[in-house]
């Protein structure tokens, strides 16, 4: 319950800082790249920062921030299909995410603004959901299980 | 010169006042700059200070609002989903799709909070209207591709960079591959606009 509230509250806020400044995770990249604008990337630099001092913050006043920093205690490091897996999706978010023009939350931000083109991305979205239950999800467990 | 303008408004509208009732409500109620009512909100955000709120807070709500295991899953716009319709799918469904600890009791509802929040801003900066849609299927397969590749991954390009914050070093890998594949991304989109032009051109 806590988690549950603690979220809507947390995605209100972020949803409406979203619309308003523009921030994307995947349009940073991309217009640093393409038109060597690094303004959308400060956002993900300063998500980076908000985040480590963050987690440095409550660590130090006894949060449950556990295990922090990782490092050399990351677990799965050993394992040959965790690497796999981890380029393998990495890539495909990037590249998919640079053809539809923004990640995940930006879309989300712009459907609700009621462009409906973005429906169409969300309706993808969570069909592709559904996909990765029936079909996606079962590849994986093989690959994993091949370790 | 915005103190000189505030100290004489009220003085000109008493006088008004004075003269006729009628007039000091219109100049209250209706015009004034300061009637929260009637004024438009304009909030701007930089990207640099909507990122450090993201991030601070999604170190906040794993500290003590329960938003744990896994580790840094503050937000995640893949992950939080899927617990959402899979806790829904376990539980109206009967359907055993699976879901983080995180969402065990409860859904994590943070996509409910970002349709919401950007619905609220964008009414409240005339920037909600519908707009016809354009490229539906080429959109529609994107989605459909982002949040497998995404569960792949395991999350998305959010907590990817809270991962790396976190010092994981698988994390720390798959955000340098987001960023590889976004450039890649970008040049595949470079090159298809190029050849559309050069077809344009020739025929």
Known sequence: ?147 | MGTIDQGTGPVTASADATKDSGAFATRYMSGSRWNPFRHKVNVNVSPLQAGLVLGFSAALVQAYFKVIPPVAYGICMVCHPRDLVNWLADHLLKIEWDYSLASSSWPLLTVVGVLLGAMVAARQHGELRPQPSRQRWFYFVNGFLMMNFGLILGSCPIRIVLLTAYGDLLGVVGCGCVILGVVMGTIALRWSARRSIARGVSA
């Not at chain 1, 400044?21 to 940073?28: D, E, I, M, W």
């Not at chain 1, 908000?50 to 677990?75: C, D, E, Q, S, W």
């Not at chain 1, 239950?133 to 467990?141: D, K």
């Open chain 1, 1 to 147: 319950m806590t988690a549950a509230l603690a979220t809507l509250v947390l995605g209100f806020v972020i949803g409406y800082l979203g619309q308003r400044s523009r921030l994307c995770f995947v349009a940073g990249y991309r217009d640093l790249f393409l038109i060597r604008d690094a303004s959308l990337l400060k956002g993900v630099i300063g998500a980076f920062l908000g985040a480590l001092a963050g987690f440095i913050l409550f660590k130090f006043l006894g949060g449950r921030i556990v295990g922090f920093p990782m490092l050399l205690k990351t677990p799965e490091l050993d394992s040959v299909s965790a690497w796999l897996i981890t380029i393998v999706g990495g890539l495909g978010v990037g590249f998919v995410g640079a053809l539809a023009g923004g990640c995940p939350f930006r879309m989300h931000v712009l459907a609700a603004e009621g462009k409906r083109t973005y429906w169409f991305y969300l309706l993808g979205f969570y069909l592709g959901l559904i996909f990765y239950n029936l079909v996606t999800f079962h590849i994986l467990e093989r690959i994993t299980s091949l370790d």
